[in-house]
């Protein structure tokens, strides 16, 4: 999807200043729900599978099946992962940071906590 329309050869100067309004917020959330609904359709490609034969696995009315597959559905976490369920395929990655917190780093950006034990406080162990 286009984000930065001065990509574009040609765009109405109009249309132009009209999609200039709308705010980042809502740009960024019709991209993410556009790009839902083309990663499902991906992904029943490559099943071979219809939107009919989504519904019947999902126990869906192939009505809403199209509405998802339309880009405009709100989809919640509950529905992602109803969806990722049916078609044993992930659709959204979450992406994990892990840091270290080792008594060395706990140091760090804790040194309040590794005082004396005698004013209740915790200490280094020796």
């Known amino acids: 999807m286009i ?3 001065s990509e574009c050869k040609y765009i109405n100067p109009l249309l132009k200043e009209m ?7 809502e740009r960024r959330h019709a ?7 083309r990663r499902i359709g991906d992904i029943l490609q490559r099943k071979g ?3 009919a034969d989504f519904a019947k696995a999902a ?26 369920t049916v078609l044993g395929e992930e659709i959204l990655q979450v992406k994990q940071y892990r ?8 140091s760090t950006y804790a040194p309040s ?3 004396d034990e005698g004013n209740g406080n915790y200490s280094k162990r020796k």
Do not use: Y
Request: proline share 2%; net charge positive; glycine share 6%.
């Open 3 to 5: 984000t930065d329309w």
């Open 59 to 84: 126990g869906k009315k192939e009505a809403e099946i199209s509405k998802w597959m339309s880009g405009q559905q709100n989809f919640t976490i509950r529905t992602i992962a109803f969806i990722e």
């Open 99 to 106: 840091k270290s917190t080792s008594r060395k780093s706990l």
């Open 19 to 25: 999609l200039t309004q709308i705010p980042a917020e």
């Open 49 to 51: 599978w219809s939107q």
């Open 31 to 37: 991209d993410i729900s556009f790009g839902i609904a």
């Open 113 to 115: 906590l590794l005082n």
